[in-house]
Each structure stands twice: as C-alpha cells, then as structure tokens.
C-alpha cells in the first residue's frame, strides 16, 4: 500500500483538539459526534459503585508529543481484524505513513483466530500489539494474559437487529425471544446481555441465544430460527440494509454515549523493555483515529479493499455513526475499562470477587507520559 504522510493535516486537527482542550470543551466535541438511537439503560444494578454508575464525560484523549523511535527503524508486528470497519485505523496509518514518521516499520497481521489465541500470540512475542474489544478482551486479561491496554480507538459499531413488524422495539422485548449472535464470547452479546440485566432480565435464563456464522444470521431471521440477533460493522449494517432490518438499539445509547468499545493492547514486555516503540505505535493510532474522524470518506476508501461485503458510501455512513475521535487514555480510559468490568460481573462473566478498580489498574498501561 503506498504510504503518503499526512503530518501536517493530522497536527493540525491536534492542535485545534489541544485548544478545544484546554478550554474545557472537549466533551461537547465528542458529545457532538456521538450517535445513539434510544437509551440503553432505563434502570441501573443497585451493585454497581456509584463512581462508574455515573462516570463523567470522557474527554477525548489528547496525544503525547511526537515519539520517534531513535537508531534503527523498528519493526512490530499488529495483528488486527480486516474484516472489522472498526479497526480502520490500523490500515489509514500504515497508508497515511503515521509509522514510518514515528520510524516504525509494522506488519500488519489479519489474525483469524480466537481471542486467548491472539492475547497469547501477543504476550509470548508472535506479535507486538492488536486491536480489539474491550468486552472480548477482559475476561482473558482477567486470567493474567501479559498484554496491556494502552489506549481505547473508538465507539460504536454494535448493533441489535429485529425485522420489522417483530414487535421488538427494545431490549425489553428479548425476554422469551430467541436472539442470534456469532458466538457465546461475542461483544456484542456481552454488550446486549448487560443491557438486558439493568433491566433486570436475566440474559441467561430469560433469553435463548443461538449461534450462527455472521453472513448467517440474517437467513436465520428470514427462516424464522431467532427474533432478533446481535452483529457488528460492516456486516450488521449491510444485512440491515439489505433486508430492511430495524436496529432495535446499539452500543452508542443513552449512557454509552462517551464509551468506547474498541482498544489497543500493547506486548508487556515490549513496554518493560521498548517503552519509546510502544508509545509510538499508541501515537500512530490515536493520531490515525483522528483522522478517520476527519476524513471518513477517505478513510473509508482506504479500507475499502478489505471488505467484499460492503459498498464504499456504506463504510463512509458507519465511520459516520462512529465516535472515532472519542479514543481516552489514562485515568478516563482506565474508568471506562472499570465500568464494563463492573457491568460483565453482573452478567458472569468475570468473577463475582474481581474488583473493577484494581483489575482496570491492571490491564492498563500508560505509555504516553
């Protein structure tokens, strides 16, 4: 892929995002490009800490100075999903030559495979770094994967899709129902089931889940196998589009907002040994991010060839829906990380006796400082 720097367009917007900083408006800014169809959360789990019942607007996290790795050029390995419109960045800094300024040269790596897989791969030093979900992640850093969250890249991208006519108009109306998602780790079935226990159904009871491959579930709502089924971008939108879909709801709805969903983890080891390396690969997505948000069509464009399935002007509408700009690091990513924490206790799926607090601590590394 040809590489052009984009330096100047890029420090342009970060300096305009410094001002609006210090200021104090960066949360109107991010509270702007935030889309959410309805509120997510009518009632909230009396267990969860008030702290992270009502977390403060997350600001948009403002990017250390440029870090350029000194001597040799050095070379990383990123492994990301190319099927996924949400890890854009990864492909719009290689092109856009955010790593070469930084003098990285990375190898972009389409890992396939599962989640402790890929979180292995990075920790035993197969790979350097990889973008993810924050809702797939968690769980295995919970059981002492060497990996570290060194920032979070956007929000948005899940989606909870019923045909019209179904009756299912929120959350609310899953209780009973059959609900289709990819597998039982999925993101967005953790996203959903949270959702479904603020309102005190119980996500496993409750509700049946079904598994089918992504490029499935909307033949198994025509055929009448489930009511309703959870997918992310770029194939939850197309099949919407496609069939004529209702989007019950997503994950930018009433408090998740100024959440994101999508993150950045970073080899242990690598920051122990090549804290530079690991700041400059953290830089190169944040300042990727922002460009996204400021050029979706283009960027759109960039990762275009990576997706059979959807039509550029759709990739361009769903950089839109997302919050690209919103990607917090330090003491706000590490409340956001807390929250989801605190909210997958409530659904099992990290252990009752985990403290949200000290695990976000954990997980997190703050290389920009």
């Known amino acids: ?51 992270l019942l009502d977390p403060p607007i997350c600001n948009v996290a403002d990017t250390a100075p440029l870090t350029v790795v000194e001597g040799a050029t050095k070379h990383l390995r990123l492994t990301w999903n190319a099927n996924a419109i949400c890890t854009v960045g990864v492909p719009v800094a290689d092109a856009k030559g955010l790593f070469a300024k930084r003098n990285l040269k990375v190898e972009l790596i389409n890992f396939g495979g599962s989640t402790d897989q ?9 790979a350097d770094a990889g973008v993810g979900m924050a809702l797939r992640w968690l769980k295995p850093l919970e059981q002492g994967f060497d990996v570290k969250i060194t920032t979070a890249i956007h929000g948005g991208c899940m989606r909870l899709l019923a045909a019209k006519g179904s009756g299912i108009t929120g959350l609310e109306g899953l209780k009973g129902k059959r609900v289709g998602a990819t597998d039982m780790g999925a993101p967005d079935k953790n996203f959903f089931s949270i959702g479904l226990a603020k309102r005190g159904i119980d996500p496993i009871k ?19 196998e489930i009511d309703a089924f959870a997918l992310g971008d770029p194939l939850g939108w197309v099949i919407r589009d496609r069939d004529g879909l ?8 009433g408090e998740y ?12 080891s690598l920051i122990r040994e090549e804290r530079p390396a690991a700041a400059a690969v953290t830089e190169a997505l944040l300042e990727a991010q922002d460009w996204v948000a400021a050029h979706p069509d283009e960027a759109a464009a960039i990762f275009a060839p990576y997706s059979a399935a959807a039509k550029p002007e759709q990739l361009s509408a769903m950089l839109r829906s997302h919050t690209h700009a919103h990607h917090p690091t330090g003491d706000a990513l590490k409340q956001e990380l807390a929250s989801y924490i605190a909210e997958l206790k409530v659904v099992s799926v990290i252990k009752p006796r ?4 000290r695990l976000s601590d954990k997980v997190y590394a703050n290389v920009l400082s």
């Open 1 to 51: 892929m040809t590489q052009t720097n984009s330096a100047v367009t890029v420090e342009g917007a970060l300096s305009r995002r410094r001002l609006l900083r210090s200021a104090g408006l960066t949360g109107a800014v991010a509270a702007m490009g935030a889309i959410g169809h309805r509120a997510l959360a009518t009632s909230r789990p009396a267990s969860l800490p008030h702290d």
């Open 118 to 126: 890929l979180l292995e791969a990075i920790a035993t030093g197969k």
């Open 206 to 224: 409750d509700v049946e889940w079904r598994i089918f491959p992504a490029d499935m579930l909307g033949v198994a709502l025509q055929k009448g």
């Open 246 to 253: 209702v989007e019950v709801t997503n994950n930018l709805a």
């Open 257 to 268: 907002a100024h959440r994101a969903c999508c993150i950045l983890g970073v080899r242990g």
């Open 354 to 357: 985990t403290d949200p607090a």
